[in-house]
């Protein structure tokens, strides 16, 4: 047993100052005065830092140099330095269906390791049905036009229950099939809407299949054509009136992704129980673009263009703060707690709770990042 004493705990709702925290094994098992009492081997003085869960990255394609469908252990450990103890590597529809088939299998034979198996729960699959009009270089996507079967069959077998989420665009005709054979893949995989203009009507269409999430809210969305002189309603609009609807949020420094007045109307609409932060983190084609030396946390293709961030989530989590105000443990909610709930990884991580993983992070009041529990082990 390990004693972690002299913390400042980050709990869901509240900050437990100068207490104590006792892990057993992987588990914590017992938090404040009556961790004190037992009898721990090894004894972990945090000098009164503050000791958070670790953060949950369910949306993230690949950071430090690396995608992960290209070098998987080289992405987990840029993260992981930053304090994301679960990351969910993200696929994306500009691979071809060869190239999505071979992503799962690097990404999977990594997850075999015990290492990266604690770190990756699996795949967030961005696509690869989304609205070829919103976002993905168009001349790079292998997904446009019908729907069938012998296109997504093997991935979808491969992929099995390591899909965790697939992220679709309603308004795809053909949508209801895909998404019937992936549930029927993996019972327990949620679905996103994202890079898409449905309709109300199309949304409600495919809820019964599990759709809980909104991809990134207010970025690479439109709505349906609607009359000159009025406002259109589409998925962000509908997510912020959907109470039960988690929403993504990339929370750069900029911010350019999602202004801060969207950002504090995401919170009113939503509140803080169901905004999920995520890095959205993407290994650009350029490095060169002016661009990227003003905004450093973003990626910018050789076009200019917003292509993703270069965000991690301590990062995400103080600009999140410094945009709406919220406090530490709220940005804790929303960078572990939450995500890990939508994804079905609720009752096992996000939170220090007794029973739960011992996944944590040692910081400063900036979010600083000190030191890192994986599993009950500091790394
Ligand atoms: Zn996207």
Known sequence: MTLIKNANIILEESILENSALLIDGERIAKIGAEALK???????DAKGAYVGPGFVDIHVHGGGGA???????????????????TQMPTLYYNLTPAEFAEAIRTVQAVMKEERYGKIIPGFYMEGPYMNPLYGGNPDRNHWKGEIKKEDYQEI???????ALVWAIAPEREGIETFMADAKAANPDTVFTMGHCEASPAQIEAVKHFGLKMMTHCFNATEHPPKRVGTRGVGPDEYCLLDEEMFAELICDSGPIHVPVIWQKILLKMKGIDKIILISDSFVSDTNDHPDCFKYPDLSFDHNG?????????DIACKNFMRHTGATIPEAFKAAALNPAK????GDQIGSIAEGKIA????CDADLGIQKIMLHGEII
């Open 38 to 44: 037992a009898d721990a081997a090894q004894v972990i």
């Open 67 to 85: 995608m992960y469908y290209q070098n998987p252990k080289q992405a987990v450990e840029h993260f992981l330095a930053h304090g994301e103890t």
């Open 156 to 162: 979808l077998e491969l992929a099995g229950k390591d």
């Open 305 to 313: 263009l917003l292509s993703g961030s270069k965000l991690t989530m």
């Open 342 to 345: 939508a994804v079905g990884l």
């Open 359 to 362: 996944n944590l992070i040692f």
